[in-house]
C-alpha cells in the first residue's frame, strides 16, 4: 500500500480487486505471452497486453501461474494435461527458507511480553497504533538480532540470532505455537507448565541452507492448491549448523550479563526427545528436528540465471524461451539472502520497474 496509495488514481492504473488469476495467455507458436486470464464475480475475464505481462504471484504462485500457463517442467505438465507452451524444467524447482529453532530462557525481570500483561494495554495500544503508528503494537517482536560464524574459518556469518520478549507459551498456546507450527500435543508436553512465565526466545536461524524443496501442480484446476514439498533439514550440513548455534545460546545464558536478570534457559526435553540426555548432540538433532519452524522467507522457485536449464529468468527478469513475460518478487532470487527477503523484495520491485521503463524506451 506504501507504493500503491500515491498513484492509485493515475489514469494509467487499472486495479482489479477480489479477481483469481487462471493463468497468463501465451501463443504457443510465437511462444509470446499476449495477456492474463482471470475470474471475477464467478466469471472468466481476459485482459490483453500491450506491452509486457509481469507476473508477481509470489514464491508459491508464481511457479504455478507459470505451470498452469503452459510453461515449467513438460513431463510434469503432460502428467496433469496442461498443454506444454514451453519446456522449462526450473520452475517450480530450488524452493528455499529461513528455517529457525527457537530456544526459551526464563528470567526474574519483568520485562518480556506475555498475555496477562497485554489484555488491559491492549485498546489503548490499538488507538496508539491507529492514531500514531507507534507503541507496543509498533513492535515487530524481534527486538534484536545478532550474527556468528558457527566455525573459525568461515567467512561469513552462517546463524542469525533472534531475540524476541516472548516464548512460546506467552500466550498460553493460543496464538503464537501457530505462528511458528508448535503441535498442541508438543506444547501440552513440554510448555503447557510455564504458561506466561517471564523470559524470552533465542532464534538460531540458518542463513545459508543447503536444503531445497519443490512447487508442483496438484491438477490442472487453478483452484486446487499446489504441492509443496519443503524438504527442510534434508542436507546434514544444515541440521549441524542449527545445533551449533543453539550450542552458542547455551552458552551465552550462561553469561554474567544473562545471570544478573536472572537468566535460565529452559530445559525440559521436548516431546518426542525425552529419552536423550540434555545438550548431547542427539538430544538437540532430536530437538531441531521437532521444532524447527520456517520464518516466511520462501524463494527462488523461479530463479534468475544465464541458461533455461537450471533457472528460470534471466538479468532482465525476462522468462527463458516466453516474449513479454517477466517476474518480479521473490521467486526470481537466484538462492536465498543470508538476511530476512522483505528489502531484497523491494529491491527487486524497483529494480523491475527500472529495467522495464530502460527496456520500453529503447524500443
Known amino acids: 500500500t506504501a507504493y500503491l496509495a500515491p498513484i492509485k488514481d493515475r489514469p494509467n492504473l487499472h486495479i482489479v480487486k477480489n479477481a483469481f488469476v487462471n493463468k497468463v495467455t501465451v501463443n504457443p507458436n510465437t511462444k509470446e505471452a499476449e495477456g492474463v486470464e482471470f475470474v471475477k464475480n464467478g466469471k472468466l475475464r481476459v485482459v490483453r497486453a500491450s506491452k509486457d505481462v509481469i507476473l508477481s504471484a509470489g514464491t508459491f504462485n508464481t511457479p504455478v501461474v507459470l505451470m498452469l500457463s503452459g510453461v515449467g517442467p513438460a513431463e510434469h505438465l503432460k502428467s496433469k494435461n496442461v498443454s506444454v507452451v514451453h519446456n522449462l524444467p526450473a520452475v517450480g524447482q530450488h524452493l528455499q527458507e529461513h528455517v529457525s529453532s527457537f530456544q526459551t530462557v526464563h528470567i526474574n525481570a519483568s520485562e ?7 489484555a488491559p494495554m491492549l485498546m489503548p495500544a490499538v488507538y496508539e497504533w491507529m492514531m500514531n503508528g507507534k507503541g507496543i ?3 515487530n517482536v524481534a527486538e534484536g538480532l545478532g550474527y556468528i560464524k558457527t566455525q573459525k574459518d568461515l567467512v561469513r556469518p552462517d546463524v542469525e540470532l533472534i531475540f524476541s520478549p516472548i516464548t512460546i507459551a506467552s500466550d498460553d498456546g493460543v496464538l503464537i505455537t501457530k505462528y511458528f507450527g508448535v503441535s498442541d500435543e508438543l506444547y501440552k508436553a513440554t510448555y503447557s507448565d510455564v504458561g506466561q512465565k517471564e523470559g524470552f526466545m533465542i532464534g538460531t536461524m540458518l542463513m545459508h541452507p543447503e536444503s531445497e524443496g519443490s512447487i508442483s501442480l496438484r491438477s490442472n484446476n487453478p483452484n486446487d492448491p499446489p504441492v509443496i514439498i519443503t524438504n527442510f533439514l534434508t542436507k546434514d550440513r544444515d541440521v549441524k549448523t542449527i545445533i551449533a548455534g543453539q550450542r552458542f545460546v547455551e552458552a551465552l545464558a550462561k553469561t554474567k550479563t544473562m545471570r544478573e536478570i536472572g537468566a535460565k534457559l529452559y530445559k525440559k526435553q ?10 548431547t548432540d542427539a538430544y538437540y538433532e532430536c530437538a531441531v528436528r521437532q521444532a524447527t519452524g520456517q520464518l516466511h522467507h520462501q524463494c527462488c522457485t523461479a530463479r ?12 532482465r527478469l525476462r522468462v527463458h524461451g516466453v516474449k513479454r513475460l517477466r517476474v518480479a518478487d521473490a521467486s526470481v ?22 529495467i522495464i521503463k530502460e527496456d520500453w524506451k529503447s524500443r
Open 270 to 279: 521436548l516431546f518426542g526427545c525425552e529419552k536423550l540426555e540434555f545438550g
Open 137 to 139: 503494537l509498533g513492535n
Open 304 to 315: 534468475m540465471g544465464p541458461n533455461s536449464k537450471d533457472s528460470v529468468v534471466d538479468a
Open 112 to 118: 518480556s511480553l506475555t498475555a496477562r500483561k497485554l
Open 333 to 354: 532470487m537466484p538462492k536465498i539472502p543470508g538476511a530476512h527477503t522483505m528489502a531484497v523484495s523491494y529491491a527487486i520491485g524497483e529494480k523491475a520497474a527500472d
